[in-house]
Structures are given as C-alpha cells and as structure tokens.
C-alpha cells in the first residue's frame, strides 16, 4: 500500500478553504493613518528635512538627481556630528554616494595621518590680464 493510499481525501485536495469573515471597515482607516504617522516620522528626520531645504545636487561633484535617483543622495554632517542638525541645515551637505564615501576615507586618512592634503595657495594668476591692451591693438 502506497503513502497517498492512506491520505484522506481533504489532504490530497489541499487545505480546507478558509472561512469567509466579515471585512473590517475600520482596516482601511487605520493602515491610512498609520501610513500618516510613519510619513510623519520620516518627514522628522534629517534626511528628508535636507531634502526640502536643500537643492538635490550634490555638493562635490555637482550631479543633479531627480526624484527616482534620490536614493543615491546622502546628508552629510559637516562637521561630523550626526547629532547635530540645526532646523536651518547649516550642518548638512548633500552628497553623492562616491563623494560621501570619498569624504569620510579622506577623513579617516587624516586622522591615521596619512593622505591628508594641504590646503592649496591661493590662485595669484589673473587670467584676463593684459586682454584691454589686446583688444585696443585690433581698432
């Protein structure tokens, strides 16, 4: 005798089919609201705070995002405190991913005392200079 001779009919057709219940009317309502309180909750948070005071480029390497490549943007704390964020922002960059990772490997270069680069010297060259003189010799 085989092992599917011994199962009762229900078995081999399945689970019993569930029993109708009566839809909560009230469901709806509530997954609403707690969709508004998780949006709320995000909406407190730094990242999204920056995200509308703040234009989405990104502050290093000036790419610009659109709405579907937002996730790619990163806040960065300037000065390194993620606990700092002032409502106006003054503490945020928005950075992309590689120039966010680029950042804080320069900052840890530093802090190992290697790679760190020094400041350059100001630009002395005036690069137009001279161009008056130029142009009056074309009259």
Do not use: Q
């Not at 089919?17 to 309180?37: G, Q, S, Y």
């Amino acid at each position: 005798m085989h092992h599917w001779d011994k199962m009762t009919k229900s078995s081999r057709n399945g689970p019993p089919p569930k029993k109708k219940t009566t839809p909560d009317p009230d469901r709806l309502e509530r997954l609403v609201a707690e969709a508004n309180r998780a949006r709320a909750a995000r909406e407190l948070g730094y990242r999204e705070r920056a995200l509308k005071i703040l234009p989405w480029v990104c502050g290093r390497c000036a790419r610009s995002f659109e709405r579907a490549r937002l996730r790619e943007l990163t806040v960065h704390h300037r000065d390194g405190n993620h606990d700092n964020n002032p409502p106006d922002g003054s503490n945020w960059e928005l950075l992309c991913l590689y120039c966010h990772e680029n950042e804080h490997a320069r900052v840890e270069d530093a802090r190992a005392g290697g790679g760190a680069d020094k400041p350059a010297a100001p630009a002395t060259h005036k690069g137009l200079a001279g161009l008056e003189k130029l142009l009056k010799g074309k009259k």
